[in-house]
T-cell receptor, first 117, second 115 residues
Framework: GDSVTQMEGPVTLSEEAFLTINCTYTATGYPSLFWYVQYPGEGLQLLLKATKADDKGSNKGFEATYRKETTSFHLEKGSVQVSDSAVYFCALSDKLNRGSTLGRLYFGRGTQLTVWP | GAGVSQSPSNKVTEKGKDVELRCDPISGHTALYWYRQSLGQGLEFLIYFQGNSAPDKSGLPSDRFSAERTGGSVSTLTIQRTQQEDSAVYLC?????????????FGNGTRLTVT
């Protein structure tokens, strides 16, 4: 079945450090891939997405490239800020399974990121 | 409202009691989802509504769990005879039904604690 595995946290970084949060997936079809972020006290919100192999999603300085050959969608940012402190979730939605729920997402367990000034 | 609204934000209940959790989606969003987030776990899919019908109930963990949606808007998730393992944050999300790439808009969740 479909699943997502992401690196376990917590991740603690100093401001301006480089961030990588690893995410790999298993899917039976051709999934779309997402990163969602949950800031303290707020609901989950979409950070970025990629819908096919080699696509790069980007937003707020974050990037992730859909790598079919390694079934990965690692999240990166070149210089993190204190305001990036949040929980990050990798997710997938499988296109091929016609019986699948539209928009149903399979989430990873989340990675807590804390950035210190 | 501007976003997905869930109530109550926190609920503490005794084992064996029934609880109702409410979700008010974004106006115009016909797709509605319930997820559960347990401590240290990812988000677990519970049920999906398209309009008032629920084509996918496969994630409901037991027959103690049920959900309904009326008027294509507000949804209620009901847990009967609550157990301690039901303690979790219950998240509601809504979206336009534009295929599986439509972003989900999440509420802040209801934190349920069963004592």
């Amino acid at each position: 079945g479909d699943s997502v595995t992401q690196m376990e946290g917590p991740v603690t970084l100093s401001e301006e450090a480089f961030l990588t949060i690893n995410c790999t997936y298993t899917a039976t079809g051709y999934p779309s891939l997402f990163w969602y972020v949950q800031y303290p006290g707020e609901g989950l919100q979409l950070l970025l997405k990629a819908t096919k192999a080699d696509d790069k999603g980007s937003n707020k300085g974050f990037e992730a490239t859909y790598r079919k050959e390694t079934t990965s969608f690692h999240l990166e940012k070149g210089s993190v800020q204190v305001s990036d402190s949040a929980v990050y979730f990798c997710a997938l939605s499988d296109k091929l399974n016609r019986g699948s729920t539209l928009g149903r997402l399979y989430f990873g367990r989340g990675t807590q990121l804390t950035v210190w000034p | 409202g501007a976003g997905v609204s869930q109530s109550p934000s926190n609920k503490v209940t005794e084992k064996g009691k029934d609880v109702e959790l409410r979700c008010d989606p974004i106006s115009g969003h016909t797709a509605l989802y319930w997820y559960r987030q347990s401590l240290g776990q990812g988000l677990e899919f519970l049920i999906y509504f398209q309009g008032n019908s629920a084509p996918d109930k496969s994630g409901l963990p037991s027959d103690r769990f049920s959900a309904e949606r009326t008027g294509g808007s507000v949804s209620t998730l009901t847990i009967q005879r609550t157990q301690q393992e039901d303690s979790a944050v219950y998240l509601c999300a809504s979206s336009f039904p534009t295929g599986n790439m439509a972003p989900l808009h999440f509420g802040n969740g209801t934190r349920l604690t069963v004592t």
